[in-house]
C-alpha cells in the first residue's frame, strides 16, 4: 500500500470517480455525485492498493479563531477508509502524515467534525464543546452564518506548541 499526498488539481478525473464511490459507501447518508461533501479540500493524502483508492483523507488549510486566538490549522475532511480494508491501522497512517506535515509547516492543530470518534480517540484527538460560527453551505448555495454549540462533534489534536483556549469558535469559513 501506498498514501501519496495530492494537490486537488492534480487529481484525475478517473481517481475523483473512485474517490466519490468511496466517500458514498463510507458515508450513505451523505451521498452526493462528487468527490468532497461541501468544498473542494486544499490537499487530500489517498492511499491506494495496486491502483485501486483504499483510503482517503481531504485537507483544508487555513486559520480560525478561537476565542481571541488566531490558529493555523488543517482541517480533515471526508476521511474514510474501504471497508475491506479496515482494521489496517491506513486512517492511522494517513493522520499520522498529515499530523507530521504539520509539524514541518507550522501548524497548531488538527481540527475535525465527527460523530464517531473511536479512531479520532485513538489517534490523540480530544473532544471540544463550544459554540461555534461557520459558513452555512449546502449543494453548493450559501445559506450564510450558522452559530451553534456543537456538542460532541469537534475533535482537535494539538501539533504545535499552543494550548487550545476555552471560547467560542469562528471557522472563518465553511464546516469541515
Known amino acids: 500500500m501506498n498514501i501519496g499526498i495530492y494537490q486537488e488539481y492534480e487529481i484525475p478525473t478517473q481517481w475523483h470517480e473512485e474517490l466519490t464511490n468511496l466517500k458514498s459507501r463510507c458515508f450513505p447518508n451523505h451521498q452526493h455525485d462528487r468527490s468532497y461533501y461541501k468544498q473542494l479540500p486544499h490537499f487530500r493524502f489517498i492511499c491506494t492498493d495496486n491502483g485501486k483508492i483504499v483510503g482517503h ?62 479512531v479520532y480517540e485513538k489517534n490523540k484527538f480530544q473532544v471540544v464543546n463550544e459554540l461555534c460560527s461557520w459558513l452555512r453551505i449546502h449543494d453548493h448555495r ?8 456543537l456538542e460532541q462533534e469537534i475533535m482537535i489534536r494539538k501539533v504545535g506548541n499552543r494550548d487550545w483556549p476555552k471560547g467560542p469558535i469562528d471557522l472563518l469559513g465553511y464546516v469541515f
Open 57 to 118: 483523507i481531504g485537507v483544508d488549510h487555513r486559520v480560525i479563531r478561537v476565542a481571541d486566538e488566531i490558529f493555523r490549522i488543517f482541517g480533515l475532511i471526508d476521511v474514510c477508509v474501504d471497508e475491506q480494508y479496515r482494521n489496517k491501522s491506513i486512517a492511522t497512517s494517513m493522520i499520522e502524515k498529515v499530523f507530521a506535515l504539520g509539524q514541518e509547516t507550522g501548524i497548531d492543530f488538527l481540527f475535525l467534525i465527527a460523530s464517531d470518534h473511536r
Open 142 to 149: 450559501n445559506y450564510g452564518v450558522a452559530v451553534e454549540n
